[in-house]
């Protein structure tokens, strides 16, 4: 996170938000993304994948979505935020949507028990980011 903070600490347009934060939400994003994309390749592992193919394409759709957000979120946007806010609430979508899947599947294989946890945990701070940047 430092080398993250630091970069921030050097840009411009920052979406209204601190660098410190913005250091925490990347890392909370690659975070997500990784986990995200693990867990669907656990799925696609599992004896019972086909069952699992709702919950694999969430995964994917919420790894890419996680991704993009923080692309753009890193490189910045300046003063205009509805972007990046429009980003965001993609991004919460996405990682509801992957929980609500994940979350069922969660006492039965540890990646989706892992997935729920991540795809909460991001939902969680793409709504503290959307109410910083409303607010």
Known sequence: MAQTR????TV?????????????????LQECEEV???CAM??????DAMQMA????RDLDCADIVETTRRVLTRGSG??????????QSCLLACERSHELCSQHAAHHAHCRVCSDA?????DMCREVLD???G
């Open 119 to 123: 795809t909460r945990r991001c939902a």
């Open 79 to 88: 003063p205009d935020n509805r972007l990046i806010s429009a980003q965001f």
């Open 42 to 47: 656990g799925m696609l592992g599992e004896q």
């Open 6 to 9: 630091e970069l921030f600490d």
């Open 12 to 28: 411009t347009g920052k979406a209204g938000l601190n660098s410190e934060a913005l250091a925490r939400i990347v890392d909370t």
């Open 132 to 134: 910083a940047i409303r």
């Open 36 to 38: 995200v994309a693990a």
């Open 54 to 57: 709702s919950a694999i394409s």
